[in-house]
């Protein structure tokens, strides 16, 4: 069945001064044929050194344009160097000699027709970030202490695995039959002051529920790890909906790394991180942030010196709590440490 999405594409008028603020790579493209499997990031990426200005570099309303659902496989991505920009054409048949012609058009609003919303260009790789989406992971303060708990197990089984059937107190009916079961983990402290930002919760698995009554039956039906009495639910979600657009802070964000995703200490490429910073201090998914590394403390003739901090990533934030936030990192030319900044660009 034919969708058809209107998406509304608002330039900007391009100007020379901005051209003179990009960094476009040397040996960038004219053009880029839109392929399955590309992101809005990686296009960006391939014409200039700052793929996270947006939405200049697209000539593109930032307040309007709220998701990129406007650029899909078989497009045609044009750079404007004189400019700085990019904007989508279209490659047409020569009547003459049937070659290929680039044939490069300004956005204006259109009426765009697809078989799936879903066949749209993304900002960022979903598949890095997806299990981010669909469960909470951090639990604010308190944020389990009136869950519904397991109170025991079939057969007084210690450890439960999916099939396996778990009795729970504290189960409404009016929230649903399907539960998520989480563990406390660990404690999320800032490292700035000592505050408690939450609480880190282990994922185990899924439960469906088969009665509800003062003591409820549930069925496991999905368990990633063990299970046991003390676990609590949390009602399943069919995922976190947000802005993937990428883009700089409008004010200055100077956060932590206080978690890497697995309980390890250093991360790499497409890792995912813990920031000490949330929707409270002005964080919002789409956020692109430059990773620091603290300066080296040397001493030189008897004298001690301190050398200045060094930039060598990028964090795309994707998930924001009150206090906290999940970030991937889409670039990197170090490892990433616990206590590194995230700064404005």
């Known amino acids: 069945m034919q969708k058809i999405i209107i998406s509304l594409i608002c330039c900007l008028l391009p100007t020379f001064a901005f051209a003179d603020t990009v960094k476009i790579h040397e040996n960038a493209p004219d053009s880029h044929i839109v392929m399955k499997g590309d992101t809005l990031w990686d296009i960006s990426a391939k014409f200039f050194k ?3 200005q947006w939405p200049q570099i697209w000539g593109l309303n ?31 048949k020569s009547e003459e000699t049937g070659a290929g012609k680039s044939d490069s058009t300004k956005l204006f609003p259109r009426v765009h027709f697809q078989s799936s919303e879903h066949n749209a260009i ?4 979903a598949s890095a970030i997806e299990p981010f989406l669909s469960r909470p992971l951090i639990i604010e303060k308190n944020g389990l202490s009136n869950a519904p708990t397991i109170v025991g197990t ?3 089984r210690v450890l439960l695995a999916t099939g396996d059937i778990a009795y729970a107190k504290d189960l409404s009916k009016e ?28 994922y185990l698995g899924d439960a469906e529920v088969e009665k509800i009554a003062d003591i409820s039956t549930l069925k496991i039906v ?13 009602v399943a979600s069919d995922g976190f909906v947000g802005s993937y657009v990428p883009r700089v802070p409008d004010s200055q964000i100077a956060a932590r790394v206080i978690s890497i995703y697995g309980g390890v200490s250093q991360a790499g490429q497409h890792s995912i991180v813990t920031l000490n910073k949330g929707l409270r201090d002005g964080l919002e998914n789409g956020h692109v942030l430059a990773l ?15 050398l ?4 060598y990533g990028l964090l795309f934030v994707f998930r924001t709590f009150d206090k906290v936030a999940y970030a991937l990192v889409m670039r990197t030319r170090l490892p990433v440490q616990l206590l590194d900044s995230a700064l404005t660009p």
Do not use: C, F
């Open 50 to 52: 700052d793929p996270w």
């Open 62 to 92: 930032k307040n309007t344009i709220k998701d990129p659902h406007w650029i899909y496989p078989g497009d045609v991505v044009h750079l404007d160097r004189a400019s700085g920009t990019l904007h989508i054409g279209q490659i047409k």
């Open 122 to 125: 993304p900002s960022i790789s």
């Open 154 to 156: 079939y057969e007084k």
């Open 175 to 202: 929230q649903g039959l399907l539960w998520q079961i989480y563990r406390p983990g660990k404690t999320l402290l800032d490292p700035e002051n000592n505050e408690v930002l939450g609480y880190e919760a282990m």
């Open 222 to 234: 999905k368990s990633l790890k063990e299970i046991n009495k003390g676990d609590q639910l949390v």
């Open 292 to 306: 620091y590394r603290k300066g080296d403390v040397i001493k030189e003739k008897g004298e001690t010196h301190t």
């Open 308 to 311: 200045p901090d060094m930039r």
